[in-house]
């Protein structure tokens, strides 16, 4: 639910954009791909009136960096950028995270282009010069459809001993073992590892993650818990784990099989 309070029509025209405030309870992360200055200040901006958190980065390459490494609810992504264009970017983002929604910005209008876009994996498609009610418009609908698509829920197996359906935690040498081999692990991935496995299928909340593995108030900015659960869920995928991390959006994490 938020509340809309003093919102003015705004446009995305050259330099031209007036102000919006939308608050709203519960932010949402959106990553802005886009090497133009001016438009990326004034976007970033707005959007953060609007009530979102908004990560900006200007290069497509560092796009996909942040899109994979983030817990990113929606992307902005501009169609011609540095080291990586806005094609090959959403590609990418789309093979590994298929259910993240892309909203592809260029000023460029001919039918070929927008087709493309939308077969590199973009969702949804605006031109520039845009209005930005329209763009606030469009981010709340993907996002609400997002929201709306439930998380599938595994079958969470009985809590198992040290050894883990094959996975062998040596909690002395913070090494991770399993069928393809074995990685150590940080002293944070194994503190956050350790307290998941502590109860297998139990959702720990954020608050509580980051209280006995950080030792400090959540802050609900902070994306560091987000950034060390993907990486633990890829030190899994490295030695062939038959477990994973699973999200419960805006609530916590948890262990079970796959």
């Known amino acids: ?7 003015s029509r705004q446009s995305v025209h050259g330099n031209r954009m007036l102000s919006a405030e939308v608050i709203t309870l519960h932010p949402r992360f959106l990553l802005l791909v886009e090497d133009d200055a001016t438009i990326a200040d004034l976007l970033v901006y707005n959007l953060k009136r609007a009530g979102y958190e908004v990560f900006h980065e200007r290069d497509g390459r560092a796009g996909v960096h942040a899109a994979l490494s983030y817990d990113i609810d929606l992307v902005l992504m501009d169609l011609m950028l540095p080291e990586l264009d806005g094609l090959a970017a959403s590609r990418e983002i789309a093979r590994h995270r298929p259910d993240l929604p892309i909203i592809m910005l260029t000023a460029r209008r001919d039918k070929a282009t927008i087709l493309e876009g939308f077969e590199a994996g973009a969702d949804d498609y605006i031109v520039k010069p845009f209005d930005l009610d329209e763009l ?3 981010i709340a609908a993907r996002l609400k459809r997002s929201a709306d698509v439930p998380e599938a829920e595994p079958d969470v197996p009985s809590p198992w001993p040290v050894d883990l359906m094959g996975l062998t935690v040596d909690s002395d040498a913070r090494v991770l073992k399993g069928a393809n081999g074995e990685t150590a692990l940080t002293p ?5 590892l350790e307290l998941l496995l502590s109860e297998p299928g139990h959702l720990f909340s954020r608050e509580e993650i980051v209280q006995k593995v950080w030792h400090h108030q959540y802050s609900s900015g902070s994306r560091t818990l987000d950034v060390h659960v993907r990486q633990v869920r890829a030190r899994l995928e490295e030695v062939g784990a038959a477990v994973t991390i699973y999200a419960t959006r805006g609530v916590g994490y948890r262990v079970a099989g796959q």
């Open 188 to 192: 944070k991935e194994f503190d956050l």
């Open 136 to 138: 606030l418009a469009r």
């Open 1 to 7: 639910m938020c509340n809309v309070c003093g919102r």
